[in-house]
């Protein structure tokens, strides 16, 4: 993983005096940011809370990675689980036994035992066998028959119990995409299903607003999220907390993994080692790394390419009188160089919108599940 933190600006420093006529929903938001954000990032001069646990979380239903956030004791926990799960063979006798030795969390469901989140991972590999995942392209997987059961499994290990009964949990859901046809209504009504079964209070929002809400508060909420994940890009124009624009493409991380694999004739895993190591994609070292920076530049053209079409057909969109900050967040923006080449790809389209610069989320796995709790913090106050 790339620990750079890297800006790239494109004009001189942008003014700022858009934030003095925000809307009242744009401060609303951002007290809500600072109250859950605060603690985190200014630990002595937060405002105390009057109570130990906030009510309400924030939930990331990812292809790759669920998250969720929760304000404990002043300071904002998150919590990650790969989205996957392994049935445990049959022929290992005793299976349970080893499984409590080994801290691996499983459960029993139809007689079968299966482990769940990071641990099938480890245990796949154990096994000679591929992990299985609830979703795929940013939706329930229709391939996947334990889709269902499998997802409530990790999101109860990862939110518990409400605090108290029908506490209130945002959770993201992707746009539409562009380039498959996919059921919002569906997944996002198997999620809300999941959560109310849990015992809390559902509410989705749209995954790359929630970069907005977690990324852009000193640009007053204006400005481009995107959130770049296993299975998708999920972009979101907005002004004043109010989206614009917003789309997905079926195509992140997993898209890119899938292509190097094909061409360099090597298995889907060593693909995905290859590019979450230390390429650099303005560096390649090698030939795989090379296909891996094809491929990265190649995604991120066509989701600025679809971005700015989609900007140019949208009907009632504000004027944004500032140059907009660009704010990238997910697993597939943690790549080195990623936001050189998003810059520079940026750079050579004919962009609709002035932009003063183009940065990556200070913690961009957790970027979209702190949006939510944003939400939550906003919505329950
Ligand atoms: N250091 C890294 N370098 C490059 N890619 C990485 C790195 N770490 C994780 N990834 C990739 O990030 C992706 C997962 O990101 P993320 O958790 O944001 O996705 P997700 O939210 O679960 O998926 P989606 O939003 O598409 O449904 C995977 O494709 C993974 O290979
Ligand atoms: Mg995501």
């Known amino acids: 993983m790339s620990g750079d933190m890297t800006t790239i600006r494109f004009d001189a420093p942008k003014a700022t005096d858009g934030q003095a006529d925000a809307t009242q929903q744009a401060q609303a938001v951002q007290q809500a940011q600072q109250q859950a954000s605060a603690p985190v990032a200014t630990p002595t001069t937060s405002t105390p809370t009057n109570t130990n646990v906030q009510l309400g979380r924030g939930l990331d239903v990812g292809t790759a990675n669920l998250l969720s956030a929760t304000q404990e004791d002043g300071e904002i926990v998150v919590k990650r689980e790969r989205n996957a799960f392994l049935e445990i063979p049959a022929e290992f006798a005793g299976n349970r036994d080893m499984l409590t030795k080994l801290n691996v969390p499983f459960v029993s469901f139809r007689d079968h035992l299966y482990v769940l989140g990071d641990a099938s991972f480890n245990l796949a590999n154990m096994f000679g066998k591929e992990v299985r995942r609830p979703m795929s392209d940013g939706f329930l997987s229709p391939q996947e028959q334990d889709a269902i059961p499998m997802m409530k499994f990790i999101v ?38 999941i959560l109310k079964k849990l015992g809390f209070t559902p509410h989705s929002m749209n995954e790359a607003h929630a970069v907005v809400y977690s990324e852009l508060a000193d640009q007053g909420f204006t400005g481009i999220g995107v959130s770049c994940g296993g299975g998708m890009f999920n972009v ?146």
């Open 236 to 381: 979101c124009v907005a002004y004043k907390t109010i989206p614009a624009v917003k789309f997905s493409v079926a195509r992140g991380g997993d898209w890119i993994d899938q292509h190097v694999s094909k061409v360099m004739g090597i298995s889907r895993t060593r693909a995905t080692a290859i590019k979450e190591g230390d390429v650099n994609l303005m560096a390649p070292r090698n030939r795989e790394e090379e296909a891996v920076v094809l491929y990265y530049r190649n995604l991120i053209s066509y989701v600025l390419q679809n971005l700015k079409q989609r900007f140019q057909l949208a009907r009632d969109v504000p004027q944004f009188t500032e140059p907009v900050e660009v704010v990238v967040a997910g697993g597939t923006s943690l790549v080195g160089g990623f936001v050189e080449v998003f810059a520079e790809e940026l750079q050579k389209i004919d962009f609709p919108l002035q932009v003063a610069g183009v940065r990556r989320a200070e913690d961009a796995l957790s970027s979209v599940t702190r949006g939510c709790l944003i939400a939550a913090a906003l919505n329950e106050s």
């Open 156 to 193: 109860e290990r990862l939110l518990g119990a409400p605090k108290v009964a029908g506490e209130p949990v945002y959770f993201c859901i992707p746009a539409p995409s562009i380039d498959k046809e996919n059921d919002t209504v569906y997944h996002e009504g198997i999620v809300s299903g």
